[in-house]
């Protein structure tokens, strides 16, 4: 929330990251918008304008400051990446978060006062792409996108990054406790999320049935085969590592002073962070072992809606990404049985 002398000027945007809350975002999520909506309020002390004021001009200058300015602590002006862009500058897609940030604070407002004046611009309506994917088999798969700010930049399409079966390997090897392994296991061997194995609680998980509950983005859950190799080392980290605590979390932090409490986001990055330079895999990050899954299940040629379901993805556009990193083979399938379905559709 905002606070500070100026803050009274802001409230809206206050009551607008609790409408968030009610609405059941994570709270990463209304954090991060926080974060986006404090920047742009300080933008607009600076320029000495009110929320209720702002014109569209005004946000195209936001915009402009947004793409000029430099990341404190980034490294020089002379350092670009692979596709031209400076290291140093603000990505596409945190500005775009920003845009979408301060667009639902004026669809607030909007909701609260009909005669309120929205100054971002909206886009044009998406439109379906082919007759059978509207009403045909795919129909279930497909839902319609809300039309976007013209003020969006253009995003880079990145694929998902794998960890080969060797550095998986030994990244895997590096982890020294029980509840380390079963975290990479989980993500590994299981496809979850960080955040989703961190809000694990004891009940969640089934041994014998080999079966995780597992909840994820929008408090969505899903029923997660459980691999029984990972099975059995959840099995020894509750028999003699899990300390004992009035928690219902699964994985708990084993030292310290917060002996006994949920294990945090911030806890698993030091984690990872300290086995990525003893294992010398640079690229072993908790997300990437998802994607390792995901990839290994495109290779092996599994349904692309059991993929869905699997990796707990709202659209099948997002699993199909692990298409591309499959064999050719695997894409051919694919590709061949979505033009079977669109000829059916004619």
């Not at 954090?31 to 320029?47: E, H, K, N, P």
């Not at 020294?176 to 993500?187: K, P, Q, S, V, Y």
């Amino acid at each position: 929330m905002l606070a500070g002398s100026e803050a009274s000027r802001f409230q809206l945007v206050n009551e607008y990251l609790l409408y968030l809350l009610d609405r059941n975002y994570s709270p990463a999520t209304v954090r991060a918008y926080g974060y986006d909506l404090l920047a742009f309020c300080r933008w607009l002390l600076d320029q000495d304008l009110d929320l209720a004021s702002v014109i569209t001009n005004d946000l195209l200058d936001y915009l402009r400051v947004c793409r000029e300015a430099t990341v404190p602590g980034r490294v020089g002006t002379n350092v670009v990446t692979m596709t031209g862009q400076r290291v140093d500058r603000y990505a596409a897609t945190t500005i775009n978060r920003r845009l979408a940030a301060i667009s639902g604070l004026y669809s607030f407002t909007g909701l609260r006062d009909p005669n309120a004046i929205n100054p971002v611009p909206r886009g044009r309506e998406a439109r379906w792409l082919v007759a059978g994917e509207r009403s045909g088999m795919l129909a279930h798969t497909r839902r319609r996108r809300q039309p976007r700010s013209a003020l969006r930049l253009r995003e880079a399409r990145t694929l998902p990054v794998a960890l080969s079966a060797p550095d998986a390997a030994a990244l895997v090897a590096s982890l020294r406790t029980w509840r380390d392994r079963a975290i990479a296991g989980l993500m590994l061997w299981c496809g979850l999320r960080s955040c989703e194995v961190l809000g694990l609680n004891v009940t969640d998980v089934d041994i014998g049935g080999r079966w995780i509950t597992v909840t994820g983005k929008g408090a969505k859950q899903r029923r997660v085969p459980l691999d029984p190799d990972v099975g059995a080392v959840i099995d020894v980290y509750l028999l003699a590592e899990r300390p004992e605590s009035d928690s219902d979390r699964l994985f708990l932090v084993a030292k310290g002073a917060t002996r006994g409490q949920g294990l945090t986001p911030a806890g698993l990055r030091t984690i990872f962070r300290y086995h990525r330079e003893i294992s010398g895999v640079t690229g072993g990050h908790p997300h990437a072992l998802r994607h390792t899954f995901g990839t290994v299940l495109a290779e092996a040629g599994v349904d692309l809606a059991v993929m869905q379901a699997l990796l707990g993805h709202a659209h099948v556009d997002t699993t199909a990404r692990y298409v591309h990193l499959a064999p050719v083979h695997v894409k051919g399938e694919f590709d061949a049985a979505r033009a079977r379905l669109r000829n059916q559709a004619r």
